[in-house]
């Protein structure tokens, strides 16, 4: 069993993230998806978008005057315009344009999962994909729909659907490749993301509950040949909890995928509506 681990956030950082985006999006004349993501790229004075035969997923060559960007061109055009709004945030950082507080003394891994963040709110930008959101909970169909609309990963789509969603929820899904030999029955659960809760102690208290949900979940999506949904009795620790749940399994070219979305039946949808945000 492979660790599970909430991503760590700096609120201050994602406010500052969300209305950064809002700035680029409103700047470049964005008013419905997909985000045209070399325009922006472009708009931010990249003067070279290049699709070369590389290692990396993308390479940002810093310039004063000739900043460029190389994609990696084996990658899919979904990847490579996450690759390229990622890079699009390296941009922001050297020059300065952006910062937070305790960016200066930040890792490098914690500069890679910052870009990851920003990338995917600038293809996912709030207010456009508020707009998207159903009012209902959000359901795999609806991730589903919304990753076509706005050209976007699924497992990154999930991610920022939960984020705005009402409904405080679980994304739960395999490191990618899984559970390649088939030697287990239960594959490495990579990690998950509670949203759309007020309070911190609640956020605890789900959170609690669906690291434990999620490796059953995970465990009942495989039973299930990859596909299953419905309300859950889920163990976690001495007590069942109700959950509503949805997983999927994706085919990928590095093994089974399977993705899952989870939501406690005794939470109430948040009025706000706005996830983290305060
Ligand atoms: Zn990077």
């Known amino acids: 069993m492979g660790t599970l681990r909430a991503p760590r956030r700096n609120e201050e950082m994602v406010a500052r993230l969300e209305d950064t985006v809002d700035r680029l999006i409103f700047g470049s004349g964005i008013s419905s998806p997909p985000v045209d993501i070399e325009a922006i790229a ?19 060559v810093p310039s004063p005057d000739t900043p460029a960007i190389l994609l990696n061109s084996s990658h899919n055009e979904t990847r490579q ?9 390296h941009l922001l950082l050297d020059r300065n344009e952006f910062a937070f507080r305790g960016m200066e003394e930040a890792s490098d891994r914690k500069v890679e999962e910052f870009c990851d963040e920003f990338a995917a709110s600038l293809l ?16 795999m169909t609806d991730i589903m729909r919304l990753a076509t609309l706005f050209n976007t990963s699924v497992t990154a789509t999930a991610r920022r659907a939960l984020t705005f969603s009402k409904y405080p929820g679980a994304l739960v899904y395999t490191i990618e490749g899984g559970n390649r030999d088939g030697t287990s029955s239960v594959p490495r659960v990579k990690w998950q993301v509670v949203r759309g809760l007020k309070h911190g102690k609640g956020r605890f208290h789900v959170l609690a509950k669906e690291v434990e949900a999620g490796r059953s979940i995970i465990a009942r999506a495989f039973e299930a040949n990859y596909t299953c949904g419905g309300l859950e009795n889920l ?5 069942k909890h109700e959950f509503f749940v949805e997983a999927k399994h994706f085919p990928a070219r590095s093994g089974p995928f399977v993705l899952a979305l ?3 039946t005794d939470s109430q949808p948040n009025e706000r509506g706005d996830g983290v945000h305060k």
């Open 42 to 60: 472009l708009k931010l004075g990249v003067v070279k978008i290049l699709r070369r035969d590389i290692d990396s997923d993308a390479i940002f």
């Open 81 to 89: 315009r996450y690759s390229c709004a990622h890079e699009i945030a």
């Open 124 to 139: 996912m930008p709030r207010y456009l994909l508020s707009k998207y959101l159903p009012a209902h909970r959000l359901g």
């Open 235 to 239: 163990m976690v620790g001495p007590t």
């Open 262 to 264: 989870a939501f406690p």
